[in-house]
């Protein structure tokens, strides 16, 4: 079934590190009068700051706070390094409490130094030591399957499937999946994976982008929607087949981007997001 097409922004929200250059208090300010009507918080954006009060100040001007980025990178050959890890996605727990985020994404991490079915062993003990924590604070969790690029250390959850195969191990409600058609886009098994976490109910979040072709940076080089390959409306509709009507978020990481005005780039942003989302 095809996407109905975007008509408003009221489903529109952007990750702050898309628009990099701005702080957590222009993008607020720069955000509200644009009309986004969601925003999901990198960590970074929080540093010397008082949580709440952003969280406050973002719900003041009319923001819903879509979700905090980014717990994980659990695995490590060291033991204190995981356990490190597991700290660490404890505070990002408290930090999402405090800024009123009801989501974790996860970037599970992977370390080139161990077999890659080791590291996915450690994302599911560190996610099951972190769950905890995140019940007590009525907080989700949401694993965030990354391109096969990026298997060597940003993440050893690279498809849909292996996403699926995580959750139903550690059967937990809190646990679910973010769907990012940049990191998934090329997956032949793409639809029926969508809708076995569907049938689950755990598609907690839907990011988007483009590929651009030829892509200058594997990581920096991200497109708006419509500059690229994929078909954003295709996936879109596959998500929202499955009872998915939450924001559809804009996470671009672009050099070419982040070097242009903002305010121009936000204005494209919302100009893609209805022809091309």
């Not at 079934?1 to 929200?13: E, G, K, W, Y």
């Not at 100040?57 to 490590?76: H, M, T």
């Not at 390094?81 to 970037?107: H, M, T, W």
């Not at 988007?208 to 991200?222: A, F, G, I, Q, Y």
Request: aromatic letters at 8%; a negative charge.
């Amino acid at each position: 079934m095809a996407s109905t097409p975007l008509t408003d922004f009221s489903r529109l929200c952007i990750h702050t590190i898309t628009t990099k250059p701005w702080s957590i208090e222009e993008a607020t300010d720069r955000y509200a009068a644009a009309g986004v009507r969601g925003v999901t918080v990198w960590r970074q954006w929080l540093d010397g700051r008082e949580i709440a009060k952003v969280g406050a100040n973002l719900r003041a001007a009319g923001i819903e706070v879509v979700s905090l980025c980014r717990g994980g990178f659990f695995p490590s050959i060291d033991a204190a390094e995981r356990q490190k890890a597991v700290d660490d996605n404890l505070r990002a727990v408290d930090e999402a409490a405090a800024l009123g985020a009801p989501l974790i994404v996860l970037v599970c991490g992977a370390d080139p130094r161990q077999p890659l079915e080791e590291s996915r062993r450690q994302i599911a003990d560190g996610i099951a030591a972190t769950l905890e924590r995140a019940g007590q604070a009525n907080i989700r969790l949401a694993v965030e399957p990354l391109h096969p690029m990026y298997a060597d250390t940003r993440s050893a959850i690279n498809t849909m499937a292996q996403a699926n195969d995580l959750c139903d191990a550690i059967d937990s409600p809190l646990l679910g999946v973010t769907v990012d058609v940049y990191h998934l886009w090329w997956d032949p098994h793409l639809r029926s994976q969508i809708e076995r976490c569907g049938r689950a109910g755990r598609i907690f979040s839907f990011h988007v982008c483009d590929w651009r072709s030829p892509t200058e940076d594997l990581l920096n080089d991200r497109g708006l929607m419509g500059e690229g390959c994929i078909d954003v409306p295709q996936i879109r509709g596959w998500v929202e087949d499955q009872g998915f009507d939450g924001f559809v978020e804009v996470e671009i990481f672009s050099n070419r981007c982040w070097a242009m005005d903002q305010g121009e780039f936000l204005e494209k942003i919302k100009e893609a997001y209805l022809k091309h989302a």
